[in-house]
C-alpha cells in the first residue's frame, strides 16, 4: 500500500515537471483537460501499483511501476498538449534529472545502512521525494524555461530534440538488467554525467539569450538605418520640391505674358497645350499621397519612386480606414518588403516582368498586405515557409515580417508560382 502510493507521487512528480515548458502555452480548456486526466491517470496509476507490488517490493517491480506510470502521463500530455517534437526533449530531461535524484538517494541510504537492497527501495522513494520537494523551486525555474530559443538551431532542431532522451536511454541502459551499481566510480557516474549535460545544456540556453538579445539589437539599428534613410530622401524629395516651386513661382509672370500673347494670336489650343505642361509640372511636385499615416506615406512614396526611376511598373492601392497597429512597426515591415521587392525585379533580364504590386487594406477588424512581384531565379524555402537567404546583410524583410507576425499574431503565405511572388500578410486588429 505505502510503496504503491509513493510510486503514484513519484511520478506525478514527473508529470509536474514535464507539464512545466509548455504551462505558459496552455488555454484554460487545455489546461483543465490536462488536470482532469491526469487525475484520472494518477487513480489508475495507483491501482496498478497496488498490483504490482501485492507480494511485496522488489527491484522487477520498482522499474515496472516508473515505466508503466512514466509512458502513460506522457502519451496523455503528448495528445491533450501537442508538440510532439518537444514532448521528447522534455522527456528526456526529466528523466535525467529524476535518474540523478535516484542516484543521490541511492547513494545516501548506500551509506548510511551499507548497501542497497530491495528492503530499503520504499525508504528510497521516500527520500527521492524528500530531495524533490527541497529543489522544487530549483526545479520550477529550470524547467518552466526549458525550451530552447527559438530559430537557435533552425533546421537541426530535431537533433537537439533527442539528444536528452538518447543521453537517458544511454545512462540507464547499463542498470536495467543489474539491482544497483556496485562500485562507487559507477554510481558516481551516473550522477556526474547527468549533471554536466545540465550544466552544457544550461549553457547553450544562456548563450542563445544572447544570441537572440545581439540579433534584436541589429534588428533595430537597422531599422533605425532604414527610417533614418527614408528620412533622409524624403527630407532632398520636399527640398527639391520647393526649389521647383520657387522657380515656378518666378516664371508665373513671363507663364502669363505668354499665354496673353497666344490668345491675342489666337492660338487657343497652343494655350491649352502650354496650360496642360504647367500642369503636370505641378503634379510632378507633389508628395503623392497613399496614407494618412506620415511614416507609412513616407515609406510607400520612397519605394515607388525609387523604382519608377529605375524603370519599374509599379501598382500601389492603400485603403486602411484605421491604423490601429503601431505605424512604425507597419512602415518598417513594408520599407523592407518594398526594398525586397526591388532587389529582385532589378535581377530580372525582362524589362518587361519588372513589375511591383502592393495592395494595403482593411475591412473592419481584418487587414491585408500584398506584395507581389516577378523573379525568374530559383528561391530557396525556409521551414518557416518563407525565403531564406545566406547573403550578407539580406533576409531583413523576412526577419522584420516573423517580429510583425509574432508580436500581432499575424500570419503570412508565401508562393513562387511561373516566376510571380505573392506574399500576403494577414493580421487582426485588438482593441
Not at 514535464?18 to 488536470?35: A, M, N, Q, V
Not at 523551486?137 to 533546421?155: H, Y
Not at 510583425?404 to 499574431?409: E, L, S, W
Request: proline residues 2%; contains cysteine; neutral net charge.
Amino acid at each position: 500500500m505505502i510503496a504503491a502510493v509513493l510510486m503514484t507521487l513519484i511520478n506525478m512528480t514527473g508529470a509536474y515537471l514535464r507539464y512545466l515548458p509548455f504551462r505558459s502555452s496552455l488555454d484554460e480548456e487545455k489546461l483543465g483537460r490536462l488536470k482532469k486526466w491526469y487525475s484520472i491517470c494518477a487513480i489508475f496509476s495507483f491501482a496498478i501499483n497496488l498490483v504490482i507490488f501485492a507480494d511485496g517490493v522488489d527491484y522487477r517491480g520498482y522499474k515496472i511501476g516508473l515505466f508503466v506510470d512514466c509512458l502513460s502521463y506522457f502519451i496523455l500530455s503528448m495528445w491533450i498538449i501537442g508538440k510532439k517534437l518537444w514532448q521528447v526533449f522534455v522527456l528526456g530531461m526529466q528523466g535525467l534529472w529524476n535518474f540523478m535524484l535516484h542516484s543521490f538517494s541511492g547513494m545516501i541510504l548506500t551509506l548510511t545502512h551499507g548497501g542497497m537492497s530491495e528492503e530499503l527501495l520504499p525508504l528510497e522513494m521516500t527520500l527521492f521525494l524528500v530531495m524533490f520537494l527541497a529543489l522544487i523551486r530549483v526545479e520550477t525555474a529550470f524547467f518552466s524555461k526549458m525550451m530552447p530559443i527559438e530559430g537557435l538551431f533552425n533546421e537541426k532542431m530535431w537533433l537537439v530534440a533527442i539528444l536528452p532522451i538518447a543521453i537517458f536511454i544511454g545512462t540507464v541502459l547499463p542498470v536495467v538488467n543489474v539491482t544497483f551499481l556496485a562500485t562507487w566510480q559507477g554510481k558516481l557516474s551516473r550522477i556526474f554525467f547527468p549533471v554536466f549535460f545540465f550544466i552544457f545544456y544550461r549553457s547553450t540556453v544562456i548563450f542563445g539569450k544572447a544570441m537572440a538579445e545581439n540579433r534584436d539589437l541589429e534588428q533595430k539599428n537597422r531599422v533605425l538605418s532604414i527610417q533614418a534613410a527614408s528620412l533622409r530622401e524624403e527630407n532632398e524629395l520636399i527640398l527639391k520640391n520647393q526649389d521647383e516651386v520657387s522657380q515656378m513661382k518666378k516664371d508665373l509672370l513671363t507663364n502669363y505674358a505668354l499665354l496673353e500673347e497666344m490668345i491675342k494670336d489666337g492660338a487657343i489650343e497652343t494655350a491649352k497645350d502650354f496650360i496642360m505642361r504647367q500642369g503636370l509640372k505641378l503634379d510632378a511636385t507633389r508628395l503623392k499621397k497613399y496614407s494618412e499615416s506620415a511614416l507609412l506615406n513616407a515609406a510607400i512614396s520612397i519605394y515607388m519612386r525609387r523604382a519608377e526611376k529605375m524603370g519599374i511598373k509599379t501598382i500601389c492601392k492603400v485603403d486602411l480606414v484605421e491604423i490601429l497597429a503601431d505605424e512604425s512597426d507597419l512602415a518598417i515591415l513594408v520599407s523592407n518588403l518594398l526594398e525586397n521587392a526591388l532587389k529582385a525585379s532589378l535581377k530580372q533580364k525582362n524589362p518587361l516582368r519588372r513589375e511591383i504590386t502592393m495592395i494595403i487594406r482593411n475591412k473592419g477588424s481584418q487587414n491585408v498586405l500584398e506584395v507581389t512581384n516577378y523573379y525568374d531565379d530559383e528561391i530557396n524555402i525556409g521551414e518557416s515557409g518563407l525565403p531564406m537567404t545566406e547573403e550578407a546583410g539580406h533576409g531583413l524583410g523576412m526577419s522584420s515580417l516573423e517580429l510583425f507576425a509574432k508580436k500581432y499574431g499575424a500570419f503570412y503565405d508565401f508562393s513562387h508560382e511561373n516566376g510571380l511572388v505573392t506574399l500576403n500578410v494577414y493580421w487582426q486588429d485588438h482593441l
